[in-house]
């Protein structure tokens, strides 16, 4: 008897391990995340990331305080489900337009997390060259230093803009030679595209090969679903891959849950992305 509590015990003990040194990082471009977004949206959104350590989320709304508020609410209702979490919003990106600022928020269980500064802020040396610059900041997980970009590209044009800030982007961080570095968000582009190949040849690797992570306007006969441009960018020394995948929230491919879910939700899926400790 004594010895199978011991097994019993061995067992608890290595699995609670095993699930302290495992981490859930969820990005997410959340469309127009700000004031229009009711309570009730705001609890569909909460389950279906509580589950995560860190939520990294694109597309705030940068127009109002409607945006900085509606991530307030998402954290609130997140501590009323069973977990401590802390949260930080950027400032407006230095963008154009008025109509195409907008803020990231970046969202973590303060029992696994650690953000290393509160005065984090958008890549200045970006800002020229990029519509919405990154958020960058330096996170702490179980003492190792892990730097973090969250990002929403340009919208499509004939002249693909966007290659050219994921090419800049691509070119900063291979200068810094960080250990440890996410680079999360919507790229507006396939990671197949040119763009990307300055980052790959460097040995970072990624999340999304092929995957669709945005919906269509409409549906039929199940097919709701329109490009893979969302993507996680990584090259981690300390830390390893375990799995990925995109959440579908569109359950057993409803047509009919399609519009009120790109409205009440995102016309994205969020991706998920699990690591553990080397």
């Known amino acids: 008897m004594f010895i199978n509590l011991l097994k019993i015990g061995f067992i608890f003990a290595l699995s609670f391990g095993k699930v302290q040194n495992e981490f859930i990082l969820i990005s997410w471009n959340i469309k127009d995340f700000g004031k229009s977004r009711d309570n009730d949206e705001i609890f569909r959104i909460a389950k279906l990331v509580k589950h995560a350590d860190i939520v990294a989320i694109q ?12 991530v307030a609410r998402l954290v609130d209702q997140l501590n009323r ?7 930080i919003v950027s400032n407006p990106t230095k963008s154009t337009s008025s109509f195409k600022s907008e803020r990231y928020a970046l969202i973590w269980k303060t029992k696994k997390i650690k953000l290393c500064q509160r005065n984090v ?35 499509h044009t004939k002249n693909y803009p966007e290659r050219a800030e994921i090419k800049a982007i691509s070119k900063w961080i291979i200068s810094k030679d960080f250990e440890n570095l996410i680079w999360a968000g919507d790229m507006n582009l396939n990671i197949k595209d040119k763009a990307f190949y300055d980052i790959k040849n460097k040995g970072y690797n990624y999340c999304i090969k092929g995957q669709k992570t945005t919906l269509k306007r409409n549906c039929e006969n ?32 409803k047509c009919e849950d399609v519009i009120w879910k790109r ?3 995102s016309d994205h899926l969020p991706i998920e992305f699990r690591f553990t400790l080397k």
């Open 222 to 253: 199940g097919n709701y679903l329109s490009r893979g441009e969302d993507n996680i960018i990584f090259k981690l020394k300390n830390f390893k891959m375990k799995s990925v995948k995109v959440i579908d929230f569109i359950k057993d491919g």
């Open 59 to 70: 597309e705030v709304v940068a127009k109002d305080s409607g945006g900085a508020q509606a």
């Open 263 to 265: 409205n009440s939700y």
């Open 121 to 155: 802020s958008l890549i200045k040396e970006l800002e020229t060259i990029v519509e919405r610059e990154p958020h960058y900041l330096q996170l702490e997980v179980k003492k190792r230093k892990l730097m973090f970009l969250n990002y929403h590209a340009t919208t």
């Open 81 to 87: 489900m069973g977990a401590k979490w802390d949260y």
